[in-house]
């Protein structure tokens, strides 16, 4: 099946720096979805983004889907950025569940 | 518009017990999706539903897990019996048809004692 695999797995930042997250997939995919989820559990929608630049407020997102990887940029922290990041991608063709990456678990210090 | 709801939002039983999980998706929405999450590892799919029909349940542990959504919106999922290594998040995701991306719920976190 397809690896989906995200760097680093830890990131520690203070408030206000910038940063920048890798998902890299092994195969074609139709849908490419970043993800936060929070200290509470909830995994809070951020991009669907197959290929192309996205952006909203202080995350954007960039994938190039022809050297199968995704970035997303976190610019000017918060402490409201902590938690764990997910790449999730669907494969091109039959392939109908969304296969998630292992997270970046981000903490943001005041 | 609401969001998925999902309950109860935490869930304590012992090995051996029974436990069903309950998911409204988004209205409209006619995919559904139960996922399991491992402490420290991304969610996994266990079944997915369009309307009220199984459309992949291939890492569904038929032995002691179901799910059903009997009329093509609400859905609930089983544990019978529970054993530790259940012990997880169990998300709900839905989708609209035609749109890739899915929506999460606030997660069920079961702990198997």
């Known amino acids: 099946g397809i690896q989906v695999e995200q760097s680093p797995p830890d990131l520690i930042l203070q408030e206000g720096a910038n940063s920048t997250l890798r998902c890299n997939f092994s195969?074609?995919?139709?849908?490419l979805q970043w993800f936060h989820q929070n200290p509470w559990g909830q995994l809070i929608n951020l991009f669907y983004i197959p290929s192309g630049t996205k952006q909203n407020g202080r995350l954007s997102a960039t994938t190039v889907a022809t050297e199968r990887y995704s970035l997303l940029y976190i610019s000017s922290s918060q402490t409201t950025d902590s938690g764990v990041y997910f790449c999730?991608?669907?494969?091109?063709?039959?392939?109908?569940?969304?296969?998630f990456g292992s997270g970046t678990q981000l903490t943001v210090l005041p | 518009e609401a969001g998925v709801a999902q309950s109860p939002r935490y869930k304590i039983i012992e090995k051996r017990q029974s436990v069903a999980f309950w998911c409204n998706p988004i209205?409209?929405?006619?995919?559904l999706y139960w996922y399991q999450q491992i402490l420290g590892q991304g969610p996994k799919l266990l079944i997915q539903f369009q309307n009220n029909g199984v459309v992949d349940d291939s890492q569904l542990p038929k032995d002691r897990f179901s799910a059903e959504r009997l009329k093509g919106v609400d859905s609930t999922l089983k544990i019978q019996p529970a054993k530790l290594e259940d012990s997880a998040v169990y998300l709900c995701a839905s989708r609209r048809l035609g749109r890739h991306e899915q929506y999460f719920g606030p997660g069920t976190r079961l702990t198997v004692t």
């Open positions: 195969d074609s995919v139709n849908n």
């Open positions: 209205s409209g929405h006619a995919t």
């Open positions: 999730a991608v669907l494969l091109s063709g039959s392939a109908r569940q969304l296969t």
